[in-house]
């Protein structure tokens, strides 16, 4: 059974509001606008509590910090900017990935991560 707790609804309203995958850092400094004392140990445990429950899944890209996202949402990829670190859902999925795999090899899932620069930080040099 979850416990409810002030800062559990805030995280997670923090993680639905978002609107794209945030890691650790980027969940506590957003959540911190609604609940100024909230740690980091707090949103560790509590991601780790959502993880538990399959309300969160985790976002890996290699090379990149590990972020969380809603569990429910459609398939979809990510892009990944070089220059702020912060993910964004990417609704599109390329056609005819299945065919790539070599003869005889049956593909069963895939992912698509994209790396480049987001707007923010291409017009203004950070993304904060």
Do not use: S
């Amino acid at each position: 059974m979850e416990r409810r707790t002030k800062q559990r609804e805030v995280i997670w309203r923090t993680i639905q509001q978002a609107g794209r995958p945030l890691g650790p850092q980027e969940v506590l400094k957003l959540a911190q606008q609604r609940l100024p004392n909230l740690g980091i140990a707090t949103v560790y445990r509590t991601l780790k509590a959502f993880l538990e429950d399959r309300r969160i899944v985790v976002v890996e890209v290699p090379g990149h910090t590990p972020k969380y996202e809603l569990a429910d949402l459609k398939h979809h990829h990510h892009f990944v900017c070089r220059k702020c670190d912060r993910t964004f859902d990417v609704n599109d999925c390329p056609r005819g990935i299945k065919n790539m795999a070599p003869p005889g090899f049956v593909v069963e899932e895939h992912y698509v991560a994209l790396k480049g620069i987001c707007p923010d930080c291409r017009n203004h040099g950070a993304g904060d």
